[in-house]
């Protein structure tokens, strides 16, 4: 059976806001601006939601694990979710001011683990506020929850393993497309992407709306791509394995396979000092 849809519109939530089972959680967080994502939130944010912020809580320290934002220890992760009241029985609605990129990698992380009760607000924040929606400057607080998902990430591939399969996946960068390029590189060691990768930048996936473009037009994108799985097995990567998550999610509208992520991602590979290709075109292995 085809699983329900990741997405949830404004109208849809306005509903729930007050429901007890419901968790909206603001993700809003900005390249090279610690804490900015948590400023945005106690300056106004939708009724009932809780923040949690990439580097603190949607990532581990990047120098105990691969890249810009590896993924946390799953232990250490559902810990900081219990504690912010997320539990087995809870609908978790994440969302965020760009596009859903950063919202994606919290709906990919609780996807993975196999908590089904996850959705992304389609058009995010500036969506709500086009639609008039309640803006409210309380912190919630609710009781500790207890989620139990898998022990383990299991949608993963790593450096040496993705190295090795380079040419036989479909690899996808979702950075924008001047830095896939290597015209620009405001964070990372040096410009570039990684070799065969094809751009599939993230505002590729929405509308001039703002908003997820209709799955059969995803469809299309990703066929164009190469990437639903006809010419083999797809894994998503970008800058720190964080807007990577949102091609997954653009994936999953279109009813496509799931693919792996390389979590480390362009920052992993540039730190390791591996070769890269620059221009258009995704160069060879």
């Known amino acids: 059976m085809p699983k329900p849809s990741p997405l949830i519109t404004v109208a849809a939530l306005a509903q729930l806001v007050d429901d007890p089972p419901t968790r909206i959680v603001d993700c809003r967080w900005y ?6 994502g948590r400023t945005a939130y106690d300056q106004g944010h939708i009724p009932n939601a809780i923040h949690l912020d990439v580097d603190g809580d949607l990532a581990s320290d990047p120098e105990v694990g691969p890249g810009r934002h590896p993924l946390p220890e799953v232990g250490d992760f559902v810990r900081r979710l219990e504690a912010a009241g997320i539990g087995d029985e809870n609908l978790v609605v994440a969302y965020d001011d760009v596009g859903g990129w950063v919202a994606a990698r919290l709906w990919w992380m609780l996807d993975d683990l196999g908590h089904e009760r996850v959705v992304v607000l389609d058009g995010g924040w500036p969506a709500w506020l086009a639609a ?11 009781p500790p929850a207890r989620l139990h998902v898998r022990d383990r990430w299991t949608r993963l591939i790593e450096r040496d393993g993705l190295r090795s399969r380079l040419g036989d996946v479909v690899l996808l960068d979702a950075r924008g497309a001047a830095r896939y390029r290597g015209e620009t590189e405001p964070i990372d060691a040096y410009p570039g992407h990684i070799p065969t990768a094809r751009s599939a930048p993230t505002d590729g996936n929405l509308g001039s709306s703002g908003t997820f473009l209709p799955a059969q037009e995803l469809a299309a994108r990703y066929a164009a791509l190469g990437a639903d799985g006809s010419a083999g097995e797809v894994v998503t990567s970008c800058g720190s394995g964080v807007s990577a998550c949102h091609d997954a999610l653009a994936m999953r509208i279109a009813g496509l396979p799931a693919p792996l992520l390389y979590a480390g991602s362009y920052s992993d590979w540039s730190r390791h000092r591996l070769p890269v290709a620059t221009g258009p075109d995704p160069g060879s292995a």
């Open 31 to 36: 390249l090279g601006q610690p804490g900015e």
């Open 132 to 142: 008039g929606g309640t803006i409210s400057t309380e912190v919630p607080a609710f």
